[in-house]
């Protein structure tokens, strides 16, 4: 966000992705940011993390419900000219505090030439932060799900799981179970049992590079016996992850293409260095296209809806040689 001429005169709101919490992972940019802070909003274990260095501060602590209140509290100090920062775990616009704050902002009547300036300085998610830990799980495409019901109606979430299950995302599961909300992750592995494997490796990391950090593994069938709280993240392998000396890794696909023998690349009959696979979009519409089967045989084989079936065997082909080069 740009911030206005008249910047002098107004404050600014600055929303700090603390990161995992550990010091060690702040970004320049985060320590900077509180350093040059009138005041710091935040719920009270986010402010926790960061007491050293905020002595000194007005500090304005709120509990885990009141994000709004957080945000209308950051408003006004910036109204009175203070510089704020309002402090989320993680990064602030994953499950954070960034979008409660442009509503609440918006609400108001702000703009971003209104004077106030707004920044947003991004830090690690729990997604990113609990991959590190349990080795390199998101490697090929992934999602995050908050288990949370508290503001979005169990249906929705449960659509989510679905979808994501038998699209074969590796899954981050947030907030997945509290004292009174325990039935969700119950749900959640009923979900993906009937999309996965029972023995799908599942990462759960609780507290992650904090003082009472906890790193358990076990399988999508034996989830339920884990110990699984709200400071835990649950990862959910696809297919093709596994574990392997105590690490759990997701591949990124190059044994679709290439053979490593002998400490040396060899690629495979029909496929080409930096080019799509012959699997990929043009060879698949091309081998589609010349089945001569049915758009219900073709839809049932591939597990893709019938009319985009339908459609894809009307496509026209892009010419030889066009299709992406992308690959690394």
Not at 3 to 19: E, P, R, Y
Not at 31 to 47: K, L, M, P, Q, S
Not at 213 to 235: H, N, P, W, Y
Request: hydrophobic share 40%; glycine share 10%; aromatic share 6%.
């Amino acid at each position: 966000m740009n911030a206005s001429a008249n910047t002098a005169q107004h404050g600014k709101i600055m929303l700090v992705g603390l990161g995992p919490g550990s010091h060690d992972h702040l970004t320049v940019r985060a320590r900077t940011a509180i350093a040059e802070a009138d005041t710091v909003i935040g719920y009270v274990t986010y402010i926790r993390l960061v007491a050293d260095l905020i002595e000194g501060k007005e500090v304005i602590k709120k509990s885990m419900t009141e994000e709004l209140d957080r945000a209308i509290e950051a408003l006004e100090r910036a109204r009175q000219g203070k510089k704020v920062a309002l402090v989320s775990s993680g990064d602030a616009g994953v499950y954070g505090m960034a979008g409660p704050t442009f509503e609440v902002l918006f609400q108001a009547g702000w703009t971003p030439d209104s004077g106030i300036e707004v920044e947003i300085v991004p830090g690690a998610s729990a997604i990113n932060t609990c991959a590190a830990l349990v080795g390199a799980p998101l490697t090929h495409d992934f999602c995050a799900i908050s288990l949370s019901d508290l503001l979005t109606p169990w249906p929705t979430i449960a659509r989510r799981l679905d979808a994501v299950a038998y699209a074969d995302f590796v899954v981050a599961l947030y907030n997945p179970k509290s004292g009174r909300r325990t039935q969700q992750i119950v749900e959640a592995q009923r979900l993906f049992l009937r999309h996965r494997d029972p023995q799908t490796p599942v990462a759960i990391v609780k507290s992650g590079f904090r003082p009472k950090q906890r790193i358990e593994f076990t399988t999508l069938d034996k989830m339920g016996e884990a110990d699984i709280g709200m400071l835990s993240t649950v990862l959910i392998g696809n297919s093709n992850t596994f574990i392997k000396h105590g690490l759990m890794v997701t591949p990124r696909g190059y044994a679709n293409k290439y053979a490593i023998e002998e400490g040396e690349r060899n690629t495979y009959a029909g496929e080409q260095a930096g080019r799509s696979l012959s699997t990929g979009l043009s060879g698949w519409m091309a081998t589609i296209q010349e089945s001569g089967k049915s758009v219900a045989e073709l839809a049932a084989e591939y597990r893709l809806p019938e009319e985009y079936i339908a459609a894809v065997l009307q496509t026209e082909l892009p010419p030889e040689g066009e299709e992406n080069a992308l690959e690394g």
